[in-house]
Each structure stands twice: as C-alpha cells, then as structure tokens.
C-alpha cells in the first residue's frame, strides 16, 4: 500500500551509492523523491554494531532501493539546505497499513 501525499510532504534527491572496486564504486544519478523530513539529534544503531549521532530522518516509500552511504539532500532551495550520508535504514512493513522505510541522516 503506497504512503497517502499528506504523509509526505517534503520532497528530497537521493544519489545512490554504487558498488564498485577497490577504488569504490561513487554514487548514481540524483534522483527526486517525496518524503516525510524530521529534522532532530538523535543515537541510533549502525550496521557494524557502533552507535553515532544523527541529525534527522527521512521517510520514503519501502519500495525505494537507498544503500547505507548514499547521499540524501535535504531542504532542496532552502537556507538550511544540507546533504547527508545514510547510516541506518529501518522498515515498517504491514499488510493493513502503509509500508514504509525511514533513513537515519549523518
């Protein structure tokens, strides 16, 4: 079930990050995305078991391939425009209710 549009308010451009080789792989065309932005410090869990500070959250649909390290620009246009690295992704996934993914900002 897709998120109604007043669940996402806010639109943000996502660029992927992309495997690659030992030099990496860099990150793939910009894209734009609706979402839900919180801007708000907070501890969360990474995926190598460490804890760090994140600076806000964005919630997108589930379907959206985001990989941890991808870059999410959020406030496009606006004076506290800022660009952030995904460092940890949680899903909401239901078969009633409105699947969706939320990504914790560095």
């Known amino acids: 079930m897709r998120l109604p549009d007043y669940f996402t308010p806010h639109t943000v451009e996502i660029r992927p990050l992309k495997s690659g080789g030992g030099m990496g792989g860099g990150y793939g065309q910009p894209r734009t995305v609706r979402a839900w932005v919180v801007d708000e410090q907070q501890t969360v869990a990474t995926a190598v078991d460490s804890e760090t500070l994140s600076s806000g959250t964005v919630s997108i649909e589930i379907d959206e391939v985001v ?40």
Request: proline fraction near 8%; charged fraction near 25%.
């Open 67 to 106: 990989p941890l390290g991808s870059l999410v620009t959020v406030w496009k246009g606006r004076p506290r425009q800022r660009e952030a690295a995904v460092i940890s992704v949680e899903t909401f996934d239901h078969e009633r209710l409105p699947s969706y993914q939320t990504l914790y900002l560095k």
